[in-house]
T-cell receptor, first 110, second 114 residues
Framework: GENVEQHPSTLSVQEGDSAVIKCTYS??????FPWYKQELGKGPQLIID?????GEKKDQRIAVTLNKTAKHFSLHITETQPEDSAVYFC?????????FGTGTSLTVIP | EAQVTQNPRYLITVTGKKLTVTCSQN?????MSWYRQDPGLGLRQIYY???????DKGDVPEGYKVSRKEKRNFPLILESPSPNQTSLYFC?????????????FGPGTRLTVT
């Protein structure tokens, strides 16, 4: 099956700086790549996603890029705020199955 | 309010004692899924269902059963729980197949098997 690797596992940034989280996947058949934010004690929540026919997508301070040739995709958060502190998961989907990365704990220091 | 609910939220049980974790959604979603979350492993898909009476194995189905008799409900059944099934479980739903629509997650069920 698909294998999704996510780095780094922890990330600390100063408020206002940018944060970048990177993921790689192994199966070229993966065609949908969502990113989730999980706050303490809650379920994951979709923050942005990208499909395999798109190279980049942006939503306010959040952007995702996809390089199909290299099989990697990245989450970019600009102008970070303390409320961005959470665990972030990338995922890759083949058909109706999801494969998640191992998560990145982001801390934004005020 | 549109939501996915899970019950119970916390459960401590003993090895071999059958248990069921319920999941219900009020959004008329066709697709539902169960995941387990373990430290350092992320979320792993256990089972999913495309619609009523249609279920399929995910990445880690061993030791679990599911059923989908009604569109809104998707219970997870552990017929003989073992300590390696101690985990945080999430139910999720989406309008249709995952690559087209957002998945909504429930609040989670923390299961401990002793």
């Amino acid at each position: 099956g698909e294998n999704v690797e996510q780095h780094p596992s922890t990330l600390s940034v100063q408020e206002g700086d940018s944060a970048v989280i990177k993921c790689t996947y192994s199966d070229s058949a993966s065609n949908y790549f969502p990113w989730y934010k999980q706050e303490l004690g809650k379920g994951p929540q979709l923050i942005i996603d990208i499909r395999s026919n798109v190279g980049e997508k942006k939503d306010q301070r959040i952007a995702v890029t996809l390089n199909k040739t290299a099989k990697h995709f990245s989450l970019h958060i600009t102008e970070t705020q303390p409320e961005d502190s959470a665990v972030y998961f990338c995922a890759a989907s083949i058909g109706n199955q999801f494969y998640f990365g191992t998560g990145t704990s982001l801390t934004v220091i005020p | 309010e549109a939501q996915v609910t899970q019950n119970p939220r916390y459960l401590i049980t003993v090895t071999g004692k059958k248990l069921t974790v319920t999941c219900s959604q009020n959004m008329n979603h066709e697709y539902m899924s169960w995941y387990r979350q373990d430290p350092g492993l992320g979320l792993r898909q256990i089972y999913y269902s495309m619609n009523v009476e249609v279920t399929d194995k995910g990445d880690v189905p061993e030791g679990y059963k599911v059923s989908r008799k009604e569109k809104r409900n998707f219970p997870l059944i552990l017929e003989s729980p073992s300590p390696n099934q101690t985990s945080l479980y999430f139910c999720a739903s989406s309008l249709q197949g995952t690559s087209r629509y957002e998945q909504y997650f429930g609040p989670g069920t923390r299961l401990t098997v002793t």
